[in-house]
T-cell receptor, first 112, second 116 residues
Framework: QKEVEQDPGPLSVPEGAIVSLNCTYSNSAFQYFMWYRQYSRKGPELLMYTYSSGNKEDGRFTAQVDKSSKYISLFIRDSQPSDSATYLCAMSAGAAGNKLTFGGGTRVLVKP | GAVVSQHPSWVICKSGTSVKIECRSLDFQATTMFWYRQFPKQSLMLMATSNEGSKATYEQGVEKDKFLINHASLTLSTLTVTSAHPEDSSFYIC????????????FGNGTRLTVT
């Protein structure tokens, strides 16, 4: 069993819809949770960063962490074709800048 | 924001040769950098942790004599793939950690290595 599980998709949605992504994990030591967006042949771009349980909102993006269930989510409102990419969840223990454990990534397609 | 630059973005080399990849933090100092490897349609796998002024720490299964890491300054880490073989063809990505409390990692744009 992988430490971080993420549905690979692809997840196809019409433009303007809400994109819902999630990851589950098994290591209770994880305290810092990140979401990265990766376009083809590019490095990951940090979207959201949260500590412990709770919600965080930034523009069209909302990240949720439920440590009791070992479950994290990312919601993208008013999705645009430019949001089409692979979304990676990542986690670390101890500090946000420690080495990360990544989920496998979910490929998202937003159709105009 | 924090910028991490990686060079080259794409390299083709012949089997048996060595290739050096550079990772630079452009607007901050990074005592710690990480090197990842990503195969097509797979996630990032950590190869090693690069520490300025000391030896790198390699993950289990990563050959330290094949993937040489040098972190000689606070803004530069290099990864050298020695005696490259076709199975080393992959996407190599570095990340750097800002030395402010609990800053998340920022990634470079990756280097696509093709060994023929």
């Amino acid at each position: 069993q992988k430490e971080v599980e993420q549905d690979p998709g692809p997840l196809s949605v019409p433009e303007g819809a809400i994109v819902s992504l999630n990851c589950t994990y098994s290591n209770s030591a994880f305290q810092y949770f990140m979401w990265y967006r990766q376009y083809s042949r590019k490095g990951p771009e940090l979207l959201m960063y949260t500590y412990s349980s709770g919600n965080k909102e930034d523009g069209r993006f909302t990240a949720q962490v439920d440590k009791s269930s070992k479950y994290i989510s990312l919601f993208i409102r008013d999705s645009q074709p430019s949001d089409s990419a692979t979304y990676l969840c990542a986690m670390s223990a101890g500090a946000a800048g420690n080495k990360l454990t990544f989920g496998g990534g979910t490929r998202v397609l937003v159709k105009p | 924001g924090a910028v991490v630059s990686q060079h080259p973005s794409w390299v083709i080399c012949k089997s048996g040769t060595s290739v050096k990849i550079e990772c630079r933090s452009l607007d901050f100092q990074a005592t710690t950098m990480f090197w990842y490897r990503q195969f097509p349609k797979q996630s990032l796998m950590l190869m090693a942790t690069s520490n300025e002024g000391s030896k790198a720490t390699y993950e289990q299964g990563v050959e330290k004599d094949k993937f040489l890491i040098n972190h000689a300054s606070l803004t530069l880490s290099t990864l050298t793939v020695t005696s490259a073989h076709p199975e080393d063809s992959s996407f190599y990505i570095c990340s750097a950690r800002q030395e402010t409390y609990n800053s998340p990692l920022h990634f470079g744009n990756g280097t696509r290595l093709t060994v023929t």
